[in-house]
């Protein structure tokens, strides 16, 4: 099979590591028969500088056609955090209806976990976040601007459609995974839109009676990820729980370098965007120590997508049989002192 892939490299590490991420993808994706093209978008914060915009006007016509998107990082000290993720990220995963954020988290054999007593698969648990609406919805306004009686909203908004899409991702792959699945809200205090949140989830749990269903409190589930991260399987989360979650998840798993994930459109009407949580790692940027690992994961994720299990496998394979040798090459944030290519290319050797 033959896919057009768009690359959109972004900010900060994002064009270190989706550059040596993209020879490995193509080679593991020639050896499962797969081929991978590649058309890249400089769109980003150096465009926002130049033109006022971190994409074009037409940025989602111009995505639409392609079977997938690897998006490398977005962001930058220079330019406010709101502009450059609603300048980008947001519209693309509102505009492609990518309501399902998947992000898994797994303490790998040879990475040690900051939490004492863990050990290789001990860790190994996915978060299914809310993509587009929830607390990241645009709902809300400013008045009375440099006075003291200044006002600001910002509501969260949960649709049934939305919430339902994302509970009923989480609650198909607990039934594939260990059976468990746990239902983060915060209704003791949000007591429309948490309240319909836990309305939805039963909704759905009545489906599967065969998953177990924790309900937790985000607080306590936050608490939880560290006391006890070895006794979750799949979380269902809104869209800043979520986020929040997983990066409790990828350090407890040893590293935000680790963490892949995937913004999907369930219908398979629109390309889906998969990228590493990272972010943009300004304060390394430039240097070539970043670790591609999590792009390279998210590789394996996109291919997974795209029907492509193979590739998948022996990408994610790869990573594992990486990670699990000694005198295997390791980027800092593992402990190490090798560089992006050099970790890419030693994954590229173990095809």
């Known amino acids: 099979m033959a896919y057009e892939i768009a690359t959109i490299p972004g900010d900060g590490i994002g064009p270190t590591v989706v550059d040596a991420a993209r020879p490995v993808l193509e080679r593991f994706g020639a050896d499962a028969g797969v081929d991978v093209t590649w058309t890249e978008f400089d ?29 490398g990082a977005v962001g930058d000290p220079e330019i406010p955090d ?12 509102k505009g492609f209806d990518q309501q399902v954020c998947k992000r898994p988290s797994t303490l790998y054999d040879g990475v040690e976990s900051p939490l004492r007593g863990y050990e290789d698969g001990d860790i190994d648990l996915v978060v299914f976040r809310e993509n587009t609406e929830g607390e990241y919805a645009d709902i ?29 991702a ?15 809200t915060k209704s003791n205090a949000q007591a429309h839109g948490m309240v319909f949140w836990d309305e939805v ?38 869209n800043l729980f979520g986020d929040i ?14 963490a892949p994930s995937a913004n999907l459109n369930v219908d398979g009407d629109y390309p889906s965007m998969f990228e590493p949580v990272h972010g943009s790692a300004p304060d390394i940027a430039g240097e070539g120590v970043a670790n591609p690992l999590a792009t390279l994961l998210s590789g394996a994720m996109l291919f997974d997508h795209l029907g492509e299990s193979d590739a998948a496998d022996a990408l994610e394979g790869a990573v594992a049989d990486q990670l699990a040798d000694p005198d295997a090459p390791r980027t800092p944030d593992l402990g190490g002192s090798a560089g992006t290519e050099e970790v890419a290319e030693d994954v590229l050797a173990r095809r």
């Open 201 to 238: 989830v039963a909704d759905v749990a009545a489906e599967f009676p065969e998953v177990e269903v924790e309900r937790l409190l985000v607080d306590a589930a936050a608490m939880d990820l560290v006391r006890r991260p070895d006794e979750f399987d799949v979380l269902v989360a809104s």
């Open 245 to 258: 979650l997983t990066d409790v998840g990828a350090i407890v798993s040893g590293s935000m370098g680790l």
């Open 43 to 71: 769109w980003g914060s150096d465009r926002y500088r130049a033109e006022g915009a971190m994409m074009p006007d037409d940025g989602l016509e111009t995505l639409e056609p392609f079977d997938a998107i690897l998006l």
């Open 140 to 168: 809300g306004g400013r008045e009375h601007r440099g006075h003291p009686h200044e006002v600001a909203v910002q509501s969260a908004v949960y649709t049934r459609r939305g919430t339902e899409a994302v509970v009923r």
């Open 82 to 93: 709101h502009v450059t993720l609603n300048g980008l990220m947001l519209p693309i995963r």
């Open 170 to 184: 989480a609650f198909e792959a607990a039934a594939d995974r260990a059976g468990h699945l746990t239902n983060v």
